[in-house]
Structures are given as C-alpha cells and as structure tokens.
C-alpha cells in the first residue's frame, strides 16, 4: 500500500497542469523544456542531436532566437486585476475574526488568500485548502489553512456513497516534498507526504473520525495505521475531512480542464511559429560565396568585404547563393495571425467597454456575455473558500453559518463620463422621479466623492458666495498687478 500512488485522472491531466504553469512562468521556462515545447526540424536530427553534435547546437541557436509570447501571465494578471479591483465582502463569526488578517501558516489575510486562489483558478484550474493544527491543540488555539497546488493532490477518493448526511471524500493524499535547509547553506530535496483519510484506509468504510499522517525518510512510504492520529481542537475531533478542492467551475474532487489551456497552446504554437521565422531569417542573412575557377588553395582561407582580393582564374566566376525567401510573407502573415486570436482570446474577459456609446442595458448585457466564465471562477473560488472556513468555524465551536464570502463580480468599467452625469441632472431637473441623495450615491459607487449626503450638503452650504471665476483663491477678487495698485 504505498502511498505515493497517484490517482488515474492526476497522471490523466499532469501535461495539460503543467503546460499551463510553464506558460504562466514565461519564456525561461518554455526554453528549459527544450524538445518538449519545441521540437527540432529534419535537419538538425541527421545531424544529430548528442551533445557536441552539429544538429545539437543548431538546434540550441534556434531554440535561443525564438521568441515565446508573454500573453498568458499578461492575460492571468489582468485578469486578477479585475477580479480584485475591488475586495471580497467577508462575514465571520466573532471567534474566527483574528483569523481575517492571518489565516494561512504564512500569515496571510483571507483576501490575499482568495487571490491565490483565483490564479490557481486561472492557471491549471485547480487547487486545494486544508485545515491544519497542532498537535493536541487547546479550545482557544485557532487552525489555520494551508493551500496546495493541482501537483500537489496526488491521490484521493471520492466514490463511496455513504448518502447525503456524510462526505463521501474518505482520502487524499499530498505531496509535501520540498527544499530544506540542512546546516549553515546547504539545501537539499526531503520528501514527505500527508495522508488524510476517514475512518479506516479500506475503500468502503468512512465511519469515525478523520485522521492525519506523516510520511517522510525516516517511516515507509507503505500505509500505517500507528502513524495515523486524530487532531483535536480542545477534544473537539471533525467527523469530515477537513480539505475542499477548488477548481474553475466546482468543488468536486474530480479536476477540470485549465480555463485558459487553449491560449497556451496557441502560444506554443506562435513559439513554434516564430521560430522556425527568426531561423528563415538568420538562414537569409548567411549567403554562400561560390567560386568556380578558383586558383585558391583548398587550405587558404577566402577573405571577403572591403580590402579583400579573390584570385579566379580565367573564365571563372564568383558569386553569393542564399535560402529562398518566398515563403517568409506567408511565415510573417501566420504569426500576426497567430497572435491576433492570442490577442482577442486573452481580452475576451476584460473587454467591457465598447468602441461607441450604449445603452445601460446593451452595455451590462454584453458585459455580463464576456465574463461569465470570470463570474463563475469568482464565485467558484468563494465558495471553496467559505466551504473550507464553515469546516474550520465547526470544528473550533463557532456557528458555521455565520462564515459568508462573497466576491467581487463587478468586471465592468463603471466610469461616470461627465455627459452621462449631465444627463441624469437634466432629467432630474426636467422631472424624473430621481432624488438627489439617490444621484449622489451613483456618484459614489462609480468613485467621483467619498464623503456621504449630508458631509457633501454641507460643504456646499460652506462654499456659497465663492466666486471661482476670475481669482484662483476663491474670493472673486483680481490680484494686484506688480506696482501693487490697481488701474483707475
């Protein structure tokens, strides 16, 4: 029983992860990857590709002059941006409030939490959280919450049906493996695994408590049941496993497809694109020099460019051949094409404004039409986020209901034009049944003042008789000019 085993869908969907969380990291890492994001051509394979061999280094120059778009962190970034221009709306009971500015291991706030999340969302759609505590906490100890990324969640089952009453997830396993400081400034590599289960580790049982273990160098890496333990908060042991897994459009255990797994692909294929360009190019640049009738010595070297001297014979001839360039208009056109789509396929969730005026309907429609996919990962992520702190508020003996996370899902530019805030102060004026209160809170949703009604009734009252239009002072009175006095 060896619990690095994976689940069937994780070594289903491992490229497809970590395709997108090279994408996300950039071209470095695209050029670490080498043959496996850019294959090499015909060529460079006859001339083999060992170290040392000619169709290896080639294939290393061509690999260095190709260039791989950025569009995915661009597009994942600006995205986020979105997504947090404004803050989730919290509510927690008065037990957990200490935890809304410090609720990971690392001392992170639930917001900062939540924006981990979405970009896990958004990168290879799907995470996990846990919630952990020390060992033999007392009843005011708090847990916190440890987030795991998708290659992190090796294993798990979810298929019992035990009905509604009871989580049908019974185990999961995580790969906890990382760098560790051995002496002074040495690091190295320590694997370690947490195995998490309900009840016993048999498929068709889940009744009990939940336990943990720890698994690392110094136990086997087989299943043991002296290694597993029952964590309690004050003697309160959870009859769940406390782990929520987060994906792009659900909570299931069962992962999705990365969101944006078709604008990496279509950024390989530009790098492939480019590539085999910039090679066309360089091959462009690297004419040949033939020489028929040459009286040059075969060990002589041929000098070229001014104050250079070629020696023919008689009847001889000189000349430069280069690579064809007919195809590079076509190769050029592919790549702007190429990165048009990337273009309008990153934008596709921000563009909110349009090129012309629209109605306030026309505009949320079509706004409402381009993010449904960020409305639903907005949500999606909440509501893991809430599910994972309900389990924390019942296991500390908080009331679970009291835990509410709502996002921010208004992704429209809500700028208010100063025509448009005309417009509602003549059809005020004109008789629509709008009051001012209710038009200065339009102002201060979309940003234009911060101070309330009456704060601003009052500031207007203060500024009545200023007269701003001739002195910059407000008081209506000229300056003197530089004798000190006035003209007559």
């Avoid at 957990?96 to 639930?110: I, N, W």
């Avoid at 505009?363 to 992520?381: D, K």
């Avoid at 909440?382 to 679970?400: K, S």
Wanted: charged share 25%; glycine share 10%; proline share 4%.
């Amino acid at each position: 029983m060896s619990i690095t085993s994976h689940h069937p869908k994780y070594d289903a969907m491992l490229d497809k992860w970590r395709r997108m969380e090279d994408a996300y990291a950039g071209e470095d890492k695209i050029k670490e990857g080498g043959l496996k994001y850019l294959p090499s051509t015909p060529a460079q394979e006859l001339d083999g590709m060992s170290s040392g061999e000619k169709g290896y280094k080639n294939y290393q120059n061509y690999r260095t002059r190709a260039n791989f778009p950025d569009i995915v962190y661009t597009a994942i970034d600006s995205v986020l941006g979105v997504m947090h221009s404004k803050p989730a709306t919290i509510e927690l009971p008065e037990k957990m409030e200490s935890l809304r500015e410090r609720v990971t291991v690392k001392g992170e706030s639930m917001q900062m939490l939540l924006r981990k999340i979405n970009q896990a969302q958004l990168t290879t759609g799907r995470l996990g959280l846990f919630t952990d505590v020390e060992d033999g906490a007392g009843p005011k100890v708090l847990p916190y919450i440890v987030m795991y990324g998708t290659e992190d969640i090796i294993n798990w089952d979810d298929t019992p049906d035990f009905g509604l009453a009871n989580q049908n997830l019974c185990m999961v396993v995580l790969n906890e493996s990382e760098n560790l400081r051995e002496d002074e400034f040495e690091w190295q590599v320590k694997e370690k695994y947490r195995v998490l289960i309900m009840g016993d580790v048999s498929p068709d049982n889940n009744e009990g408590f939940f336990k943990v273990g720890v698994y690392n160098e110094d136990t086997s890496y087989d299943y043991s049941e002296e290694l597993m333990m029952e964590p309690s908060i004050g003697g309160n042991k959870l009859k769940k496993i406390p782990f929520t897994f987060i994906n792009s459009r659900d909570i299931i255990a069962d992962p999705d497809k990365p969101p944006l797994l078709g604008l990496a692909n279509l950024a390989l294929t530009i790098y492939h694109g480019d590539a085999d360009y910039r090679n066309s190019l360089f091959m462009q640049g690297q004419d040949t020099l033939v020489i028929t009738g040459s009286t040059v010595d075969g060990d002589d070297d041929v000098r070229v460019g001014a104050g250079a001297r070629i020696d023919i014979a008689i009847g001889g001839d000189a000349k430069y051949i280069g690579v064809n360039s007919k195809g590079l208009p076509e190769m050029r056109t592919a790549l702007e094409n190429d990165k048009k789509e990337a273009a309008d396929l990153s934008g596709k969730l921000l563009d909110t404004r349009g090129g012309q005026a629209e109605s306030g309907e026309a505009l949320r429609i079509r706004v409402s039409a381009r993010t449904a996919s960020l409305h639903q990962i907005a949500l999606t992520g909440a509501t893991g986020l809430q599910t994972q702190l309900r389990i924390m508020a019942e296991w500390i003996g908080a009331d679970p209901n009291e835990v509410i996370v709502t996002p921010n899902t208004d992704f429209a530019d809500n700028t208010l034009e100063g025509k448009n805030l005309l417009d509602y102060v003549a059809a005020k004026t004109l008789g629509a049944p709008w009051s001012w209160a209710s038009l200065h809170q339009l102002m201060q949703e979309r940003d234009l003042t911060k101070m309330t009604f009456d704060e601003e009734k009052k500031v207007i009252e203060s500024e009545v008789g200023l007269d701003f239009s001739s002195g910059g002072d407000g008081t209506g009175v000229e300056e003197d000019d530089d004798n000190g006095a006035n003209e007559d």
